[in-house]
């Protein structure tokens, strides 16, 4: 038990999510050599991606012999555990990880899918990079990101507050304001 | 005295058409640009505390994770009874909708069972769909969200961002015209958008079909005006 528990200190995990989408060219980033030694230097353990629709399978590894152990999934109808036991997270730009991983404050990379037509995704990852909550990346940068990310320079996320707008709404339509 | 019985002659059958025609256009809009007067203007004060059946608009994974943080800080018995519509192709939505209300049921912030009902429209267009074939599931997916309208006649609406909301508030915008219904509008733009309005929240505010329009950060507040920027919902 003591064993079990010393185990899951000494755990750190990068958890990749693509969400629902198909997103193998992240995935094959990070399925990368030079990717995973670099996160293996910087003392993360596991590695687990969750995959989604993409058709690009990882090499799974049992970690032995000094080296990240690889795991991989499709879907999971809650990300939020995967998540909270997470060390460093590595997402895909949709809106709903962003702003989980933040909301956990968990330190988040993510990654832009330049292959989607309408890409106003990489506006909201990058406002949030300048305001240093998150780091942003390609996958083809993704490396030299890791590489350079200093953990300490990310300022935490402070949640927005819906009761401004209900406020609004409240006296458009003429209700009383509680 | 010949001179002026030509005169009056001269009104043709199809002038008299063309009049009227213009005439009936000037009518119309003249309409259209009250309804878009009075849309802007809150509502009158003799009509409160009547609590306002809504319809909620949502959109996949982000876009409704945003929409149930309003819901939350929302007086539910002013906004009630609730109509929740999502994309047929969504099922996901829909359910946390329903653990949401289920929620608000258990905790008291609900006073009826059955204020909440949930349906589901057609899309115009999914992800990757060919423009041509589009055309005939749009005329099925505006059919439908006739059909729901009809049925429902919100007195308020809420949506932040799926395209599946355009239909929805045109007929409501119709509707208003009409005279059959007025809804109260209202458009938050989704957190995604940072430098440019989605093209739903465009076509809803150059058209003037939302009474009150939200974006979540100031500089899409300052490219547009009319719209209001109190914060962030996420």
Known sequence: MAEADEDLKSRRTVFVTVGTTCFDSLVRAVDTQEVKEELFKKGYTHLLIQMGRGSYIPAKSTGENGSLEVDCFTFSSSITDYLRSASLVISHAGSGSIFETLRLQKPLIVVVNEDLMDNHQSELAEELAERKHLFCARPQTLYQTIADMDLGSLIPYQPGDAAPVAKLLNSFLGFPDD | ?234
């Open chain 2, 1 to 234: 005295m010949e001179n002026s019985n030509n005169h009056c002659l001269s009104i043709t059958p199809s002038s008299l058409v063309l009049l009227s025609i213009i005439g009936f256009i000037t009518l119309i809009l003249i309409r259209v640009l009250y309804i878009i007067h009075r849309s802007s203007q809150p509502r009158s004060a003799s009509s409160q505390q009547k609590p306002l059946s809504t319809l909620i608009v949502l959109g996949s994974g982000g876009h409704t994770a945003e929409m149930i943080n309003l819901l939350n800080v929302l007086q539910k018995n002013s906004f009630t009874p609730r109509y929740y519509i999502a994309a047929a192709t969504d099922n996901m939505s829909l359910q946390k909708a329903q653990v949401l209300e289920s929620s608000w049921l258990s905790e008291g912030g609900v006073e009826e069972v059955g204020s909440a009902k949930f349906m589901q429209i057609y899309r115009s267009r999914e992800v990757g769909q060919s423009y041509i074939t589009s055309v005939g599931t749009t005329l099925i997916a505006l059919a439908h969200a006739l059909w729901l309208m009809i049925k429902i006649r919100p007195h308020v609406i809420l949506c932040n961002g799926p395209g599946t909301c355009i239909p929805l508030c045109a007929i409501a915008f119709i509707f208003k015209i009409l005279g059959i219904r007025w809804s109260y509008i209202f458009y938050v733009e989704s957190i995604a958008r940072v430098r440019r309005l989605s093209l739903s929240a465009l076509l809803l505010y150059k058209l003037r079909m939302a009474d009150q329009l939200f974006v979540q950060w100031p500089q899409l507040k300052s490219k547009y005006h009319r719209a209001h920027y109190v914060g962030r919902l996420m």
